[in-house]
């Protein structure tokens, strides 16, 4: 059963949308892994328009960081996004480019080993403006890896634009 699916895009381009149908369409009980943090006010009300937008066949479990202390054998995930969970690894990292890298790294190939399937939706945000200083370069860097890490250990991968999928691998 095992199958990592794979859907990058930018902001609001409707990966989320696309990642749920997959979902629901693959299982009658799927599974929302969400990796956001509670940082502030907006972020509540983001994590409140993602729940609504689920019915209630689903099952949310709420991690942050460690992933792969899971175990999801057997089902169909959704996890959403890679994105909220580098920006965990990287802040409780220190902004330390390399050390959060080969955490993010060691945390995805943990994950991978399980029997399931699994959804994955994260952020291009390298093709916009240069960030203004280093620490935003460093996690775009940062993101930019983990993408081609994930992209290749992807049986499918799925990049969003205007809310049309576009199957890449």
Known sequence: MREIIFITGGQ???KSRFAQELAEYSSANPLYLAT???WDDDFEQ???RHQTDRGEQWETIEEEKRLSSLSLDGRTVLLDCITLWLTNIFHDNGYKLEIALEEAKR???ALIQQDFRLIV???EIGMGL???DESSRHFTDLQ???NQHIA???DKVYLMISGIPLQIK
């Open 12 to 14: 609001r381009s409707g």
């Open 36 to 38: 956001a943090r509670r």
């Open 46 to 48: 983001r994590i409140r």
């Open 107 to 109: 945390e995805w190939n």
């Open 121 to 123: 939706v994260s952020n």
């Open 130 to 132: 240069h960030a203004p």
């Open 144 to 146: 930019g890896w983990i």
């Open 152 to 154: 290749a250990s992807a």
